[in-house]
């Protein structure tokens, strides 16, 4: 375990918990963005470099976006009154650390079985896009005609309608 | 600590953290990017499992988060999609007052 690992660790645990503690929405979208830029910084340290940059591609740029519009859109920027977490947040949250709980002692449990640091993996670009097109082309061309209907349906879903009836 | 299980619990942390948000948070938004935190936290996994895994050259694992990335995009149009047009019918994002079906 290096230095960088847990620095990145750090920064992206730190992130997540902004993004679910902070009181704004403009700022818990912001924190959100940090987290998602210290994942494509752990898929690096992974040496994944293709999914990182995906990562930020995807997340950091497109996401983070998305989920500012539409905090703009929803003036769900304004903090309400009446605090931020439901009234059953207790609940939630001892759902959580159970959850956690069960990871960890599990995780712990199991290291004597994992396996142990591997040599790093050479795969080009190119070795993926092959991949891509051959044995997982399937896949891609459903994920294809999935990313059309959800974009169609989001802006159908998403728009106005005239009173009267759907335009 | 193996390198995998401090990857394992960053994971692990992250789709807690995630879970309590989704669990705990009033705004609708505010639930949309827990959720996200959950699917970013399983996709560390997959490319954790991948880098230490018997055989990465295969490139399983990691064509497997790629397709979650992919997935979780289009999740995350349709799903903030959904609350524009709750906003504009209640005027709220607030999940405790959305307490009925019809429209």
């Not at chain 1, 930020?56 to 996401?63: H, N, Q, S």
């Not at chain 1, 859109?73 to 903090?79: D, I």
């Not at chain 2, 309590?20 to 949309?32: E, K």
């Amino acid at each position: 375990m290096s230095l960088v690992f847990y620095l990145i660790a750090a920064l992206t645990v730190a992130g997540g918990l902004a993004a679910m503690l902070l009181k704004n929405t403009v700022h818990c979208a912001l924190a959100l963005t940090v987290a998602f830029a210290g994942l494509a910084l752990l898929y690096l340290d992974l040496d994944a470099q293709f999914t990182g940059f995906a990562q930020i591609l995807v997340y950091v740029g497109a996401v983070a976006i998305l989920v500012v519009f539409a905090i703009l859109l929803t003036k769900g920027s304004e903090t309400p009154k009446d605090g931020v977490f439901s009234k059953t947040w207790l609940a939630g949250l001892a759902v959580a650390a159970a959850v956690f709980a069960v990871f960890a002692w599990s995780i712990l449990q199991s290291v004597s079985r994992l396996p142990q640091a591997a040599k790093v993996p050479a795969v080009t670009v190119q070795q993926i896009g092959v991949a891509l097109i051959g044995r997982y082309v399937l896949p891609l061309e459903i994920v294809a005609v999935l990313l059309t209907v959800a974009l169609i349906g989001a802006v159908i879903v998403a728009m106005h309608e005239k009173e009267g009836g759907a335009q | 600590m193996t390198p995998l299980a401090g990857f394992l619990l960053v994971a692990a942390l992250l789709f807690s953290i995630g879970l309590a948000g989704a669990l705990t948070r009033r705004n609708a938004i505010l639930v949309l990017i827990g959720i996200e935190l959950m699917l970013n936290a399983a996709n560390l996994n997959l490319i954790a499992f991948w880098r230490y895994g018997p055989h990465p050259e295969a490139l399983t694992g990691m064509m497997f988060a790629i397709f979650s990335i992919a997935v979780a995009a289009a999740e995350a149009a349709v799903g903030l999609g959904l609350v524009i047009s709750i906003h504009r019918h209640t005027h709220t994002t607030d999940l405790d007052l959305m307490n009925r079906m019809k429209g």
